[in-house]
């Protein structure tokens, strides 16, 4: 390995350690720690450091071929303290506006998105709903008054029949009149015994399988 290749893999490494410090600041602002689930905390470490050893390997590969040295580890080490010491207050600061901007574009996306087409969607919808509740409304209302009519005109029509069917009663014998009179009360009698029975066999009939 030559001078200069190490130099750069030095300067590659320290630069890895300052990435390393802001993915850890920055994993720790996503992540929330005392809000999570242990188990989910525990993935989400897990995936964290093998991304950032796949990481690690693929800039050590590109700069000296993949060849670990002590010093790497040591400028691993610098580059981490540096960006504690002098780029963390900086990158925080950056991120939490960061965090905040995108925050607002969701945001102002999620309402232009609600004005122009969820708004609109829903209010066409429920005035779809009202125009279709008014007509079947109005046919309702059409149809009633129709069959309204008709009873009306049926009833003008059978009114002659009415009137001579009262008239051929009144000529009926009055023992005649008795007779039909009592046929009907006896029929109408014998009906409710019928209705009766009925239903004291549906009473028996859930007695049993109740049982």
Request: glycine share 8%.
């Amino acid at each position: 390995m030559t001078l200069s290749t190490q130099f750069y893999t030095m300067l590659a490494m320290a630069g890895m350690g300052g990435w390393l410090g802001a993915a850890l600041d920055t994993y720790g602002r996503f992540l929330n720690r005392p809000a999570r689930a242990r188990w989910f905390v525990f993935l989400n470490d897990i995936v964290f450091w093998v991304l950032q050893g796949l990481c690690f390997f693929y800039v050590l590969l590109l700069v000296n071929e993949g060849e670990l040295r002590v010093y790497i580890f040591l400028a691993v080490l610098c580059g981490y303290a540096f960006y504690q010491g002098a780029l963390k207050g900086i990158y925080l600061k950056v991120l939490d506006i960061l965090i905040k901007t995108v925050l607002w574009v969701c945001r102002l996306l999620l309402k232009t998105a609600n004005y122009l087409l969820i708004k609109p969607v829903t209010g066409l919808f429920h005035l779809l709903i009202v125009l279709l509740t008014g007509i079947l409304n109005i046919i309702w209302k059409l149809l009633k008054g129709a069959s309204q009519l008709l009873w009306f005109f049926v009833k003008i029509l059978l009114a002659p029949f009415r009137v001579l069917l009262r008239l051929l009663w009144n000529l009926v014998p009055s023992r005649l009149r008795n007779l039909i009179k009592k046929f009907f009360a006896s029929f109408g009698g014998f009906s409710g015994r019928i209705k009766n029975i009925v239903d004291k066999a549906a009473k028996w009939g859930k007695r049993i399988f109740r049982k």
